[in-house]
């Protein structure tokens, strides 16, 4: 379980509802805590009670349940006492984003509710239909109204990081430059090709007439890319798989990350060389490498942008945490 800040969990505790916004499939976060030592409460109660404000217990159950489902979904069983554990840390941020709402409402601040309802629509939209966006938060275990308040505390949460932190941060070039001096290996780049393919499905237990329908359908492709036609338009109207409107595109990627057969075919081709027909547990694959990257340390001003937005996030993550602290030093606070 790794630490993060209050900031991630915040993303986590609204955006992680819905996977595709969040960016991210999630984890457990939380960090390590000294004054929360919580057994799971009963329904209804109290978990704690931070300036006699209540961080509900079932606040508290709704994450630990969601985390413990999503290592599951992974195989991974979750013994008592690593649940016990993850309720402490999911405690002890609820805590801290108690604190930080707290210290919104000391300051004044407050949210455009036309904010929130435009969020809301955006949501619903993603999801497809009004049903299925219910659907997606009964699963998480809000209903809407429950994950409307949820979604107003996020937006006050991030107004008060970024009048509280944000803007008072900044990385400079050199502070990036002293970085990349200083951790050389981090920056080394393995082999790379970029490349695009053809996918024509077929699973791996399909019929002999299954078989032959989709050999007989990337032969037509491959007759027309003997005639001249183009790789990539023929992907948009031929290829089964995702990344078929894009022409294939599958970006740049190294080794380790495709299936086997597929990797040894692609890494074997020259640049614009197409290969054979390829067969994997996906299907049927024509494919083209565009572009390829020998392997070598990045310079510097490939990744200083990239670089100096993950220094900004450290710094970004002590200073929240160290804001935090700060507000639990002046707090009351009652663990149940």
């Known amino acids: 379980m790794k630490t993060r800040t209050i900031v991630c969990v915040l993303a986590a505790l609204v955006l992680a509802v819905f996977p595709a916004c969040a960016g991210g499939k ?3 976060k939380g960090g390590e805590t000294e004054e929360v030592q919580a057994a799971a409460p009963a329904s209804g109660e109290a978990a704690a009670r931070v300036n006699g404000e209540e961080v509900p217990s079932k606040e508290v159950e709704r994450e630990v ?4 489902a999503q290592y599951q979904q992974y195989g991974m069983e979750v013994s008592p006492e690593e649940e016990q554990k993850l309720r402490e840390q999911v405690l002890d941020v609820l805590i801290g984003r108690l604190l930080l709402l707290q210290e919104a409402k000391r300051m004044g601040l407050s949210v455009d509710q036309a904010q929130v309802d435009a969020q809301i629509e955006q949501y619903k939209l993603q999801s497809g239909s009004e049903e299925t966006f219910k659907n997606i938060l009964a699963q998480a275990g809000y209903t809407e109204e429950e994950f409307r308040e949820e979604l107003s505390r996020a937006f006050l949460l991030q107004q008060v990081v970024d009048e509280k932190v944000t803007k008072h941060l900044s990385v400079s070039d050199e502070e990036a430059r002293a970085y990349y001096d200083e ?9 790379q090709i970029r490349a695009r393919h053809i996918l024509i499905r077929l699973a791996p237990d399909a019929s002999k007439e299954e078989e032959e ?10 007759e027309k890319l003997n005639q001249g036609a183009d790789f990539a338009e023929l992907a948009k109207t031929y290829s089964e798989g995702p990344s078929a409107p894009n ?6 990627f190294g080794k380790g990350q495709m299936v086997p057969a597929f990797e040894e075919a692609a890494f074997a081709l020259e640049v614009n060389q197409v290969s054979d027909v390829v067969r994997t547990e996906y299907g049927l694959h024509l494919i083209q490498v565009t572009d390829r990257q020998e392997a070598g340390k990045a310079s510097f001003e490939e990744v200083k942008d990239q670089l100096k937005e993950m220094l900004l996030q450290q710094k970004s993550s002590e200073a929240i945490n160290a804001l935090v602290e700060e507000l639990k030093g002046k707090a009351e606070i009652e663990i149940y």
């Open 213 to 222: 329908a989709a050999y007989a359908k990337i032969h037509e492709v491959q």
């Open 247 to 252: 022409g294939g595109d599958l970006g740049f």
């Open 26 to 28: 999630g984890e457990p």
């Open 183 to 191: 951790n050389p290996e981090q920056f080394e780049q393995p082999e």
């Open 65 to 68: 349940q969601r985390y413990v």
